[in-house]
């Protein structure tokens, strides 16, 4: 088992890595909790145990679940159940659960505590560790939400061994991601040892800008295509998928900036194709209509802005000429 200091001052919290840690939520929850309440969804298999009365909490399947209607059931069934500011949340389940409990977490009685469970690797080594928390709307994915901490997270890697592959795979598309924020050779590293090493890389980012300010913009590494992909394919990809295609293509755009040259994006290219991951764009979606969606993106601050790679390593990169972008699509095409 690794242990993870996210170091926020007196918001600091661990985050628990490896098998079987879910067996630790008794420990985890704080001393004078009263009660918890699980959020969940009906197909996740893992039971736990937080050795104080529960309630459980079942919320629609997939990404459905991810609306302001349920938080607002959700947050109903607190009220009746009679819910307080001395009780505590527990998250059970993918960044879909995590990122809605702590959604409620943060805004039932203006914020209780709350604890994740993340049972899927996407949400273990991205959408469970940092804070941000929020749910969909018809406009837009995490269009409401808001950065409340837990108290702790625990990413207990058996859960992994019953993912459906494609959902594995997803996973992969964000650790893959890391290799090039300063993770190296993660696939060199045990299942485990590997989530440890994302989620350090996740918590110094976390740590040094939690509210996006700046730096933390690195997480989002391959995903203003990624984004893009998504709305336009109807989510035909999945997450980590798109975030594969999103960063050979954020490789070819800092390849013909002159930021890297061709061996650096072999390296991407290699590291995507060893994990098994998607690298083409599919050609059924059109070069225009995505590049249309950089201009909505939440990160895009200052005319057509990317997350780049570098001579200084990754950083934000702003006012991207739109021929470039274009030209970039069919290198991954
Ligand atoms: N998933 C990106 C972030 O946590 O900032």
């Not at 991407?268 to 050609?283: D, M, T």
């Amino acid at each position: 088992m690794k242990t993870i200091e996210v170091g926020l001052g007196d918001r600091s919290y661990n985050v628990h890595v490896g098998q079987g840690v879910r067996g630790m939520l008794a420990e985890v929850i704080p001393d004078e909790a009263r009660r918890v309440a699980v959020i969940t969804q009906e197909s996740i298999p893992w039971a736990v145990d937080p050795g104080v009365e529960q309630l459980e909490v079942i919320v629609p399947p997939g990404e459905a679940a991810k609306t302001m209607a349920t938080v607002e059931s959700v947050c109903r069934r607190l009220a009746e159940w009679g819910c307080t500011r001395g009780d505590v949340i527990v998250a059970v389940g993918g960044g879909v659960v995590t990122d809605l409990a702590g959604f409620v977490a943060a805004v039932y009685h203006r914020g209780i505590r709350f604890v994740s469970v993340p049972t899927t690797l996407l949400a273990q080594v991205d959408a469970a560790i940092g804070g941000k928390t929020g749910v969909n709307l018809p406009e837009g994915k995490n269009l409401v939400g808001a950065f409340w901490q837990p108290s702790a997270v625990l990413c207990d890697t058996d859960t992994l061994d019953t993912l459906p592959p494609r959902e594995f795979l997803s996973g992969t598309g964000e650790v893959a991601k890391y290799h090039f924020l300063g993770g190296g050779a993660l696939d060199q590293l045990d299942l485990s040892d590997r989530v440890a090493a994302c989620v350090q890389l996740k918590a110094d980012v976390v740590a040094a800008d939690e509210r996006e300010t700046g730096s933390r913009a690195v997480l989002n590494y391959g995903h203003t295509l990624a984004h893009a992909i998504e709305i336009v394919g109807g989510y035909d990809l999945r997450h980590g998928e798109a975030v594969s295609i999103g960063l050979v293509y954020a490789a070819e755009v800092a390849r013909l900036l002159g930021r890297i040259d061709v061996q650096r994006v072999g390296e991407h290219r290699q590291v995507l194709e060893a994990y098994g991951l998607p690298s083409a764009l599919p050609e059924a979606l059109e070069s225009e209509e995505l590049l249309n969606l950089f201009a909505h993106d939440k990160k895009a601050i200052d005319g057509l802005t990317m997350v780049l790679d570098g001579p200084l390593g990754v950083e934000t990169v702003v006012g991207i000429d739109r021929a470039v972008l274009l030209q970039a699509m069919s290198t991954v095409r």
